[in-house]
């Protein structure tokens, strides 16, 4: 009988063992809710992940997604999603199975996180909730097939794995790329908005800015002129008067005889000649120094260039991401490039 006692332990043993290993006895896969996914998007990944659940062998019967969907349009419950336990179980007990799993892929910015849980129709109980994130569209298939071995506990398939490594990198690539395009049409908008102002500021200073959006340099150049233009014409004005009177004092000095009265309109016309001159000096003065402030708007507006619109502002800033590789969340900063 003693003898008999290593075989019964060994007994015991595998037992355990393919009582662990046993396979779900029956299973179906409801259609995942999505925010951010066309329908037809998400009952392509719904039917990616049922195939690889197939592949698992960790049931011994899965029903199909054609036949859940004519269940449920014989119901006329096609339309629902399920999200909650009570709802799982109800359906699973439509489709006379055992295990029912519900799922969900929602888009939060560019950022896709998905979540599964595999729920007991006798119970309610979820027996296993697993969940990936994923940062771009173009790995979400690869992320679906390899949550399935993942909620069933097994070993993902190696081809999987180097799939989601391409995918990744194809991603990365992607983002590459519509970075440099971003810049390169940011450095287009850019010159294009420089030369619209600068030719509004060649027309009227303090237009491109204005346009722009920089108010304040607009009110300057556009007051710095201004007052230069109050400038000239007050000179010209003081010019203008000292050119009359000298032509009221000329006719006067040739016509007169008297010698007293010759040298008075002399000095009176020197000195009016001497005011003339200077005024005319002052224009002259006056004149360049609006060119040159003129000149200094033109270059201004076209190397100050727009100021970004508020739209563009609401892309910068901070965000909370999850960062799949480290498992945990991190703060982002970031600015738009257009």
């Given at each position: ?191 294009k908005a420089k030369l619209g102002a600068m030719l ?139």
């Open positions: 009988m003693k003898s008999l006692l290593p075989f019964f332990y060994l007994f015991l043993i595998f037992s355990n063992i393919n009582a662990q290993d046993k396979p779900y006895n029956t299973m179906a896969v409801l259609v995942f809710e999505s925010e951010g996914l066309g329908e037809l998007d998400r009952d392509s990944l719904t039917n990616k992940f049922t195939v690889e659940l197939k592949k698992t062998q960790s049931a011994r019967a899965i029903v199909s997604q054609e036949v859940v969907k004519e269940i449920m349009d014989e119901r006329r419950l096609s339309d629902e999603v399920c999200t909650n336990e009570s709802c799982a179980m109800e359906r699973g007990k439509l489709l006379g199975v055992d295990h029912v799993i519900i799922g969900s892929i929602i888009k939060s910015q560019n950022w896709f996180s998905i979540e599964v849980e595999l729920i007991s129709v006798d119970t309610g109980s979820v027996d296993s909730r697993k969940s990936f994130y994923t940062g771009d569209p173009i790995g979400l298939g690869v992320e679906v097939g390899l949550l399935a071995w993942n909620l069933m506990n097994k070993i993902s398939p190696k081809h999987l794995v180097e799939e989601k490594a391409d995918k990744e990198l194809e991603a990365k690539l992607l983002a590459e790329q519509r970075a440099a395009e971003a810049a390169r049409e940011a450095r287009r908008r850019l010159r509004r500021s060649t027309v009227f200073p303090g237009w491109g800015q204005f346009k722009s959006g920089r108010k304040g340099w607009g009110w300057f150049w556009l007051g710095t002129e201004l007052a230069i233009g109050g400038a000239a014409y007050m000179t010209f004005t003081e010019y203008d008067k000292a050119y009359n009177e000298f032509e009221e004092i000329y006719p006067n000095y040739n016509a007169s005889t008297d010698h007293e009265e010759i040298a008075v309109l002399k000095a009176r016309a020197i000195k009016v000649l001497d005011e003339e001159s200077a005024a005319n000096d002052q224009l002259l003065m006056i004149a360049y120094a609006g060119g040159a402030v003129w000149v200094a708007n033109i270059i201004h507006a076209y190397v100050s260039g727009q100021i970004p619109e508020q739209s563009a502002a609401n892309k910068s800033g901070f965000h909370l991401v999850y960062n799949p590789e480290l498992k945990s969340p991190q703060l982002r900063f970031y600015i738009a490039l257009d």
